[in-house]
């Protein structure tokens, strides 16, 4: 088996989560300041070599009716772009991903500051962990 990256896609930030080899954890290791689609992608590129993997889980934000609104057809044309570059991009459903990352930085006592840096990436493992949970 590969690892897999897990990508939060926001307008201003992406969370970047990676799998342990056999797909069972998934754990944050950062995030990318998005400054358009040709750096952001170099970024993740450099991610998918330092993990040996061309396969992205991608949090597709749908409203919480389940209909995809704007927020996911950005991600979709990003993910689009990606395919572009050779990535397998699969797409994972991420309701309240952002909440439940937000809740647990809270739960952790750090300071409303310091969240911003964190909640992205905490988002991304939580993405990818119920991708790895659902295979």
């Not at 952790?108 to 310091?114: S, T």
């Not at 939580?126 to 949970?133: E, M, S, T």
């Given at each position: 088996?590969?690892?897999?990256?897990?990508?939060?896609v926001g307008d201003?930030?992406?969370?970047?989560?990676?799998?342990?080899?056999l797909q069972?954890i998934?754990q944050?290791?950062?995030y990318i300041k998005?400054?358009g689609?040709?750096?952001?992608?170099?970024?993740i590129?450099?991610?998918?070599?330092?993990?040996?993997?061309?396969?992205l889980?991608?949090?597709?934000?749908?409203?919480?009716s389940?209909?995809?609104?704007?927020?996911?057809?950005k991600t979709?044309?990003?993910?689009?772009?990606?395919?572009?570059h050779?990535?397998?991009i699969?797409y994972q459903?991420?309701?309240?991903s952002s909440k439940?990352?937000?809740?647990v930085?809270?739960a952790?006592?750090?300071?409303?500051?310091?969240r911003?840096?964190?909640v992205d990436?905490?988002a991304?493992a939580?993405?990818?962990?119920?991708?790895?949970?659902k295979?």
């Open positions: 088996m590969a690892r897999v990256i897990g990508l939060d201003v930030r992406i969370g970047v989560a990676v799998s342990d080899p069972m998934a944050s290791v950062g998005r400054i689609y040709s750096k952001d992608i170099a970024q590129k450099e991610y998918a070599l330092q993990y040996e993997t061309k396969t889980v991608l949090g597709l934000p749908k409203l919480l389940g209909i995809e609104g704007e927020q996911a057809q979709r044309a990003f993910g689009a772009e990606l395919e572009k050779g990535f397998e699969i459903d991420e309701r309240l439940t990352a937000e809740s930085l809270i952790g006592n750090m300071q409303r500051k310091d911003k840096q964190h990436k905490i991304a939580i993405i990818l962990q119920v991708w790895l949970d295979k």
